[in-house]
């Protein structure tokens, strides 16, 4: 499974666009991108999953480079309820035990 | 539709005594999962059930965890004895996924069981 590296934190204020990077330098062929989502005292939730370019739906945008070493996770006008950690999780798409967690990005939004 | 149901969502217990949890996936999921996530870190694979039957469990610690879906639904997960490292949040996870689909198979989270080892 491809080791991805995230920033440990970020912070953002209200209504800004919030940009989060991974890091995937080992990416294989078959493996896809996905970011999973995580509240205090939830279980994470998934929020978008990409193979290259981009992707949109009504939560966020992933975008993938060429390369694929790397994706970004954009989330549009930020509220205070988007301060959750995000993952970023790689593995092949019908394997059902892809999900290995890295340490994730802990997003703090300001009001 | 009712989501991943699990209880307890607290337990404390002191070290070297036992502790089960439980959990019941969405109905209709046939892959279920056990996570275990210590404070500050991401979730970690345990084991893996497809219907009754065991995928994964190569990240379980075999001498003292053990978990078990008998009728390829409901699922526990035991700890015996408890360590103090275990104090961590057991979460249960389950997905449609049959293993022969190559559609994506988002797994859905429980909202786990907190567990502190004194």
């Known amino acids: 499974l491809a080791k991805t590296t995230q920033p440990i934190s970020m912070d953002s204020y209200e209504g800004q666009e919030v940009n989060i990077t991974c890091s995937h330098n080992?990416?294989?062929?078959?493996?896809?991108i996905t970011w999973y989502q995580q509240f205090p005292s939830q279980g994470p939730r998934f929020i978008i999953q990409g193979y290259k370019t981009k992707v949109t739906n009504e939560v966020a945008s992933l975008f993938i480079p060429a390369d694929r070493k790397s994706s970004t996770l954009s989330l549009p006008r930020v509220s205070l309820s988007d301060t959750a950690v995000y993952y970023c999780?790689?593995?092949?798409?019908?394997?059902?035990?892809?999900?290995?967690f890295g340490g994730g990005t802990r997003l703090m939004v300001k009001p | 539709e009712a989501g991943v149901a699990q209880s307890p969502r607290y337990k404390i217990i002191e070290k070297r005594q036992s502790v089960a949890f439980w959990c019941n996936p969405i109905s209709g999921h046939a892959t279920l999962y056990w996570y275990q996530q210590i404070l500050g870190q991401g979730p970690k694979l345990l084991i893996q059930?497809?219907?009754?039957?065991?995928?994964?469990d190569s990240q379980l610690p075999k001498d003292r965890f053990s978990a078990e879906r008998l009728k390829g639904v409901d699922s526990t997960l035991k700890i015996q004895p408890a360590k103090l490292e275990d104090s961590a949040v057991y979460l249960c996870?389950?997905?449609?996924?049959?293993?022969?689909?190559?559609?994506?198979?988002?797994?859905?989270f429980g909202p786990g069981t907190r567990l502190t080892v004194l």
């Open positions: 996870a389950s997905t449609f996924w049959t293993g022969h689909t190559s559609s994506y198979n988002e797994q859905f």
């Open positions: 080992n990416i294989a062929t078959n493996d896809y």
């Open positions: 059930f497809q219907n009754n039957g065991v995928v994964d």
């Open positions: 999780l790689v593995g092949v798409i019908n394997a059902g035990n892809m999900l290995t």
